[in-house]
């Protein structure tokens, strides 16, 4: 896993910072708006348009934390991060035409509904917490198992896997807003993993995003920090 030191190192620093000055802002919010204002042509709409992922990853974290959810769980933490009941594909799929007027065609359902018994497996024989989060973001994504909602699936599963594994207490990497303003850089290494087998890009991209989530979680907190110690009566 690229830099995966680095990522330790960042992950044990937001989880002190998380424990000693709680109450998180909304990250995934609050990121995903610095980045709009910053470039006006990053497609925040339909992020923005959905429930907060941050509040309700919260409220599933209990149930994230303990073992990969049932199919079941997932419907309804799928359904919850948009805001609407989502159902299980039962036909094809496709993505939308990119610049190069290439469109991805998903496997066919039967193949998309194993999703979950391909990630049972994955955790029986990947020890590595980064890598296995990974993995479980691009077989979703892959998969596309959902008729929407796919990518909100795959990015609380990738954490819900770093709460396992790693020990993450909580929503505290803000990944959504990063995955949206790089969008066309995360689905090209994405679609590299299913044609090619192209993992070293897919770790690499994916692991600079995480990098700077988990940066713009520290300093956050790190504000937060500042403030309560200059003035301990506002916590």
């Known amino acids: 896993m690229p830099h995966e030191h680095e990522l ?3 992950l044990v620093r937001v989880e002190r910072l998380a424990r000693e000055f709680g109450d998180l802002p909304l990250l995934e919010r609050d990121l995903a708006g610095s980045l709009s204002f910053k470039n006006k042509r990053v497609p925040f709409d339909v992020f923005n348009d959905r429930p907060s992922s ?3 990853l919260s409220q599933f974290w209990p149930k994230l934390d303990k073992e990969l959810l049932d199919l079941g769980a997932a419907l309804e933490l799928a359904s919850a991060l ?8 039962t036909g ?19 193949t998309a509904s194993s999703w979950r018994e391909r990630l049972l497996v994955a955790e029986e024989v990947e020890p590595n917490p980064w890598l296995l989060s990974l993995y479980t ?12 909602g796919n990518g909100r699936l795959a990015r609380a599963l990738l954490l819900a896997c770093l709460a396992r594994r790693r020990g993450l207490s909580g929503p505290l990497i803000p990944l959504g807003p990063l995955v949206y303003a ?6 090209d290494a994405v679609l590299k993993v299913g044609l090619v087998g192209d993992w070293a ?13 988990l940066s713009y979680t520290e300093s956050r907190l790190l504000v ?9 009566s506002k916590g």
Do not use: C
């Open 8 to 10: 330790d190192r960042r």
């Open 54 to 56: 941050d509040f309700v």
């Open 82 to 89: 948009t805001g609407r009941d989502l159902v299980w594909r």
């Open 92 to 110: 094809g799929a496709a993505g939308e035409l990119d610049r190069r007027n290439f469109q991805v065609i998903f496997v066919g359902p039967l």
């Open 137 to 148: 973001y691009a077989e979703v994504i892959l998969s596309h198992p959902l008729r929407d």
């Open 182 to 187: 790089n969008a066309r850089v995360v689905d």
């Open 201 to 213: 890009r897919f770790a690499s991209v994916m692991s600079l995003l995480l990098r700077k989530a």
């Open 224 to 232: 937060r920090a500042d403030r309560l110690n200059s003035n301990p």
